[in-house]
């Protein structure tokens, strides 16, 4: 059972991946989660040029996002891959907006995110 998910603030764009490739810490162990760029676009009204800025613009909904799946077992090996389809499941079908969300980071960077589900 997972019971820490963390998140380091690194984040890059992979063409090769076609993605935004970021870590999250599960427990004592570092998972790679690409977000694809069609999920970016698609449920968080990126800009195809600027997928990093609507990362950010939207990280603590997409941590929480993250989390909801690391939480469902859905990491394969050490990876997450992060489809628009995974997204709505979690969303649900309307475009992402500002979530309500309890998002800090602490000095070594990490973020987390409490909710209660």
């Known amino acids: 059972m997972t019971r820490f998910v963390t998140f380091p603030q690194i984040v890059v764009f992979d063409p090769k991946s076609d993605g935004v490739t970021f870590l999250a810490g599960v427990d004592c162990r570092c998972i790679r989660c690409i977000l694809t760029l069609n999920a970016l676009v698609r449920c968080f ?51 992402a907006t500002r979530l309500d969300v309890s998002y800090a980071v602490n000095e070594f960077g990490f973020g987390w995110i409490s909710n209660s589900d």
């Open 45 to 95: 009204s990126a800009d195809p040029s600027d997928p990093i800025g609507t990362f950010h613009r939207y990280r603590p909904e997409i941590e929480l996002i993250t989390e909801k799946l690391i939480r469902a077992e859905r990491v394969s090996g050490d990876v997450l891959l992060i489809s628009e389809e995974d997204v709505r499941e979690v969303i649900g079908e309307r475009t």
